[in-house]
């Protein structure tokens, strides 16, 4: 059984940074492509960031593009969404999500595809 915890989450002031990480235990990262998924109140469940097995393929919703960056350690079974110049609309659970894949630089944006989610860490940037 793959399991996944997040951590990082917290309250921040807008324009400043937090570092979410995922640890992954019960198989190794490295046949998964990984992402990052939010849940604000009252709304579904967005993408925010993908990244591929390999590492060599990252993706992002054009909401965080150039201020989000993720990577993965699969030596360490964990990955990281680096979050900068964070604003009060980034506010969400923040939930890491594990799809195996066939594929070296695939990852998907659709939450479906995603078999294994961890159970969040809340994100709070107030004005």
């Known amino acids: 059984q793959v399991h996944l915890v997040e951590s990082g989450g917290g309250l921040v002031q807008a324009g400043g940074s937090l570092r979410l990480s995922c640890v992954v235990s019960?198989?190794?990262?490295?046949?998964?492509?990984m992402g990052w998924f939010r849940q604000a109140p009252g709304k579904e469940r967005e993408f925010v960031a993908g990244i591929s097995k390999s590492a060599g393929t990252t993706g992002y919703a054009d909401s965080v593009k150039d201020r989000f960056t993720i990577s993965r350690d699969n030596a360490k079974n964990t990955v990281y969404l680096q979050m900068n110049m964070l604003k009060p609309s980034d506010t969400a659970v923040y939930y890491c999500?594990?799809?195996?894949?066939?594929?070296?630089?695939?990852?998907?944006?659709?939450?479906?595809?995603?078999?294994?989610w961890g159970q969040g860490t809340q994100v709070t940037v107030s004005s």
């Open positions: 019960g198989r190794s990262i490295s046949t998964y492509a």
């Open positions: 999500a594990a799809d195996w894949s066939f594929t070296n630089n695939y990852y998907s944006s659709q939450s479906s595809s995603y078999e294994y």
